[in-house]
């Protein structure tokens, strides 16, 4: 799940230069595909997969299934590995399921990237959980450390672990002691403004086995509010050996770029704005001098807003698409309904579509909806409030 910060370091405050071509995410198309300083590219995940994408799809609570997944997929740069979360999966749940045939854990083929995120804090129903996820041969195996809801947190789950430093520990070293998989840590900066603490967190994650962590430098109580205090992820990244995942306020393709350039993080995690624009994997790349999507050749990554709301009636029916391949009929509308949810804030007039969708009674109604809504042109905006 993503999450919340700080308030004290707006984004102007970090004097962000435009992205320069020496950054870790400098990839040339007469260079190898690798992030040239990036720690994350020397991990060996599950399957022999080696990253050489800097875009890491992000584990969201009823939003990274796979039919959300596939239609990322189709907008990631030819013939890069990327890395792609699952959503968050129950620990309480995990061993008791048919894992890959349930709607959280099913999985396409050839999803040789993923990493499935774990909610939990029990050793033995971990433990039982990693022994079930092998069907889906996950890539590497995530714990998760930063969900800030209050119905997560009463089960000291989620970023609540961060509210005790030796619990938190021994979560990961139990964790480790059960996977050979690169395992990694997702995180806030806690449930109280402590950038030392923040560190001191990340160093005993490392030392307790942590291959790699994902940081949203958002404190509990704020969610999505205010902006994320990116300062945090340069000053986790000089603290540790492994590699660090910058995470938050993420919206456009450049910022993914903004975030590299100003804290030197190993990799950016995108959330809710890939419900919105799942084609900023393409756009980023494309900064970066990869090749477009297969199926996409000759072609250029959606810039302007026309552009970009012709692009989401396209991403919009593709998801629609994988709905119905993937799902039962009534597993269907209620994950469009959320989807739409997020991706709407940042379409003009995306309330009256997410409104019209809510009230409609099945797939095939709402796809109706949509076909009328496009009729005439929409546009994207670039930035949307999330609070």
């Known amino acids: ?77 030819a013939g890069v590995n990327a890395l792609l979360f699952t959503e968050m999966l129950s620990t309480r749940l995990l061993p008791g399921e048919d894992v890959g045939r349930t709607p959280q854990t099913q999985v396409a083929p050839g999803e040789e990237d993923l990493i499935p995120q774990l909610l939990g804090n029990d050793e033995r129903l971990i433990a039982q959980s990693l022994e079930k996820l092998k069907a889906i041969r996950p890539a590497g195996i995530d714990i998760n450390m930063g969900c800030p809801v209050s119905k997560v947190l009463k089960h000291n789950w989620g970023v609540a672990l961060m ?72 000053r986790v990244r000089e603290a540790v050996r492994i ?62 807003p026309a552009e970009e709301g012709h692009e989401y009636c396209r991403a919009l029916n593709q998801f629609c698409d994988e709905l119905e391949q993937r799902f039962l009929p009534e597993q269907q509308l209620p994950r469009l309904r959320l989807f739409l949810a997020w991706g709407h804030k940042w379409l003009f007039f995306g309330h009256y579509l997410s409104t019209r969708v809510n009230r409609c009674a099945d797939l095939s109604m709402a796809r109706k909806v949509i076909d009328t809504f496009f009729a005439e042109s929409k546009t994207l905006q670039p930035r949307t409030s999330l609070q």
């Open 1 to 77: 799940m993503t999450g919340e910060a700080q308030t004290q370091v707006r984004l102007s405050d970090l004097h962000f230069e435009p992205p320069v071509r020496t950054s870790n995410f400098d990839i040339r198309p007469s260079s190898p595909l690798h992030f040239r300083s990036s720690r994350l590219t020397k991990l060996t995940f599950g399957n022999g997969k080696r990253v050489d994408f800097p875009v890491v799809f992000a584990p969201m609570a009823g939003l990274s299934h796979v039919a959300f997944r596939q239609v990322v997929r189709s907008y990631l740069p």
């Open 163 to 234: 509210g005790d430093i030796g619990y938190a520990e021994k979560v990961v070293r139990e964790t480790r002691r059960s996977t050979d998989l690169p395992l990694s840590v997702k995180m806030r900066t806690g449930l109280t403004d402590d950038p030392e603490y923040l560190v001191d967190f990340a160093q005993m994650l490392q030392e307790a086995g942590a291959d790699w962590i994902t940081l949203h430098p958002r404190i509990q109580a704020h969610h999505r509010k205010g902006s994320a205090n990116w300062s945090y992820i340069a």
């Open 243 to 304: 590699p660090v995942v910058g995470n938050g306020d993420i919206q456009e393709s450049d910022d993914i770029l903004r975030m590299q350039a100003a804290t030197g993080c190993d990799g950016v995690m995108v959330a809710r704005a890939s419900t919105a624009r799942p084609w900023i994997f393409w756009q980023v790349g494309e900064s970066l001098g990869l090749p477009p999507p297969p199926g996409r050749e000759g072609e250029r990554a959606p810039q302007t």
